[in-house]
Every structure is written in C-alpha cells, then in structure tokens.
C-alpha cells in the first residue's frame, strides 16, 4: 500500500506565499518523476510542476519564476514553494508519483488527496 499525503495548504492573502509537501510511504522501490497538479471549480486538472529524481524540473508557464518544486530523495517527499500568490492560482493541489513498488515490474502513477490553496484577501 501507498500513501501520498500533501500538507501545507490553505488560506493566503494575494501576494502572499505557501509552501506544500507531500510525503510518500509504503513499499516503495524507486520514484521516478514526482511532481503536482492543481484542479480549479469548474476546470480541468492541470500540471503545476514536475520534477525528476534528478532534480530537472519543468513549469506550467502560468507558475514559472513564482512557484519552486523540489524534492528530498531520502525523505521521498516533493515539495511546492508558491509564492506571488494570485486568486487564479487558487485550486485543490494534488501530488503524484511515479514509481516502482518493491517487487513491482512497472512504474505507476500515485496520487496524494489533494490539499486546498484559497488565494483571497
């Protein structure tokens, strides 16, 4: 079994920043990418971040140069630096994790329950 669990939302004023974790548990063997998705009322889930074991990240164009996705590979946690915060970046984040279970023969994709960011003043 695999757990994906966010923290960190909540409310913020516009401008303000918020920082988000997700923290991995379970028979893991390797994660690949790990990254986040965010989903707005009325909208399609959409790629916020993502990042590789590596350490490469890749940026929707609207969170590019405001937000900062990292991860700690020891931890098997990502996490998601939000600043410049905006009423439009308001949306239930998700993470997720490509990974390999131990005795697994295939990456899989896992997501976490998503955690709420309201941007209002």
């Known amino acids: 079994q695999v757990q994906l669990v966010e923290s960190g939302g909540g409310l913020v004023q516009p401008g303000g920043s918020l920082r988000l974790s997700c923290a991995t548990s379970?028979?893991?063997?390797?994660?690949?990418?790990m990254g986040w998705y965010r989903q707005a009322p009325g909208k399609q889930r959409e790629l916020v971040a993502t990042i590789s074991r590596g350490g490469r990240a890749n940026y929707a164009d609207s969170v590019k140069g405001r937000f900062t996705v990292s991860r700690d590979n020891v931890k098997n946690t990502v996490y998601l630096q939000m600043s410049s915060l905006s009423p439009e970046d308001a949306a239930v984040y998700y993470c997720?994790?490509?990974?390999?279970?131990?005795?697994?023969?295939?990456?899989?994709?896992?997501w976490g329950q998503g955690t709420q960011v309201t941007v209002s003043s």
């Open positions: 379970g028979s893991i063997f390797n994660i690949n990418t």
């Open positions: 997720y994790a490509d990974l390999l279970l131990v005795g697994g023969v295939t990456y899989d994709d896992y």
